[in-house]
C-alpha cells in the first residue's frame, strides 16, 4: 500500500471506530508496522489532522474534521449509490429527498472517471412493489421525537387485532423491506417493543422528554439483541 493511501486508511479507521484505536490495532489493520503507524500519525498530525493520542489508550480523530471529497473511491461511490437507491425506495419522503441530494452532491465533486458509478451503477436495490399500509403516520416525525427524546402516547393493535393504548420511550425506526417499525421503551409492558407502524392506529406527540439518555436505551436494546441472537444458535 502507498504511502498517502495509508494515510486516509488511518483517517477512515479512526473515523469509523467507536472509540479510540491503539497502534498496534491499526497496524494489524493495514497489515503494517507499529512503528510505520506511529510515523503515519505524526505526519498526519503535522498536516494539521486533528489526530488526539494517549499512551496506552489509543488515538482518536476529533469530530468536525473532513476530509476533502475528491477522495472516494469508486468502491465508497457505488457504496453510497446502492444506500441511496435503498433509501429513495424504501424510507419516508423526508430522507428520500435527503439520498437523491447525496447522489447530487456526490456526483457534482467526484472525477470523471467515476460519474458511470452513478449515472449507470452497477448496483441495484429490488423496487418497492405495494404501497406501504403506513401512509397516515409521519415517520419523519417518528425520527425527530426519537432522536429528541421525547414520549409519544400511541393505540396499537398486535398481529391478533388487539387494541392497546401506551405511552412509550422512542430511540430507533427501523426501515425494512416490507414495513417499518418503532423500536421503543414501553411504559406498560415495562420493556423494550418493536411496534410495526402499520398497525399503530394513532400517535401522539408528547412534549415530555423521557428520563433515560436515548443512547442508553439503545445500547441496552442491542446487547438485548445480540443476547437472543447468541441463545438462537
Same mark, same amino acid.
Given at each position: ?15 469509523? /471506530? ?14 503494517? $508496522?507499529?512503528?510505520? !503507524? ?11 489532522? +486533528? ?6 489508550? #489509543? ?7 473532513? @476530509? +476533502?471529497?475528491?477522495?472516494?473511491? $469508486?468502491?465508497e %461511490?457505488?457504496?453510497v !449509490?446502492? #444506500? ?12 428520500? *429527498? =435527503?439520498?437523491?441530494? !447525496?447522489?447530487?452532491?456526490?456526483? /457534482?465533486?467526484?472525477p ?10 452497477? %448496483?441495484?436495490?429490488?423496487? $418497492?412493489?405495494?404501497?406501504? =399500509?403506513d401512509a ?9 421525537? $426519537?432522536?429528541?427524546?421525547?414520549k409519544? *402516547?400511541?393505540?396499537? /393493535?398486535?398481529?391478533?387485532?388487539? +387494541?392497546?393504548? *401506551?405511552? %412509550? &420511550?422512542?430511540?430507533?425506526?427501523g ?9 421503543? &421503551? ?12 402499520? *398497525? ?14 436515548? =443512547? !442508553? ?5 442491542l446487547a438485548? @439483541? ?8
Open positions: 500500500m502507498r504511502r498517502a493511501d495509508r494515510l486516509f486508511e488511518i483517517v477512515q479507521l479512526l473515523r469509523r /471506530a467507536p472509540g479510540p484505536m491503539t497502534a498496534d490495532a491499526i497496524a494489524a489493520e493495514l497489515e503494517t $508496522s507499529r512503528r510505520s !503507524v506511529y510515523r503515519d500519525v505524526a505526519a498526519l498530525v503535522a498536516q494539521r489532522v +486533528p489526530i488526539r493520542g494517549e499512551a496506552g489508550i #489509543g488515538y482518536v480523530l476529533e469530530r468536525g474534521f473532513d @476530509m +476533502p471529497p475528491l477522495m472516494l473511491t $469508486s468502491d %461511490v457505488e457504496a !449509490v446502492l #444506500g441511496a437507491q435503498w433509501v429513495l425506495v424504501h424510507a419516508d419522503e423526508g430522507l428520500a *429527498r =435527503a439520498a437523491a441530494d !447525496v447522489l447530487a452532491k456526490v456526483a /457534482a465533486v467526484i470523471e472517471r467515476l460519474r458511470a458509478a452513478i449515472d449507470e451503477p452497477a %448496483v441495484i436495490t429490488p423496487p $418497492s412493489w405495494s404501497e406501504r =399500509a397516515g403516520i409521519d415517520v419523519a416525525r417518528l425520527r425527530a421525537w $426519537s432522536l429528541q427524546g421525547r409519544l *402516547r400511541i393505540g396499537y /393493535a398486535d398481529a391478533a387485532g388487539e +387494541p392497546s393504548e *401506551r405511552t %412509550v &420511550w422512542p430511540f430507533l425506526v426501515y425494512m423491506d416490507g414495513k417499518r417499525v418503532l423500536i421503543a &421503551w414501553c411504559e406498560l409492558r415495562g420493556d423494550f417493543r418493536m411496534f410495526r407502524t402499520d *398497525r399503530l392506529a394513532s400517535v401522539t406527540f408528547l412534549d415530555e422528554r423521557y428520563p433515560e439518555r436515548r =443512547a !442508553v436505551l439503545r445500547r441496552r436494546w438485548m @439483541m445480540a443476547a437472543r441472537r447468541e441463545a438462537a444458535e
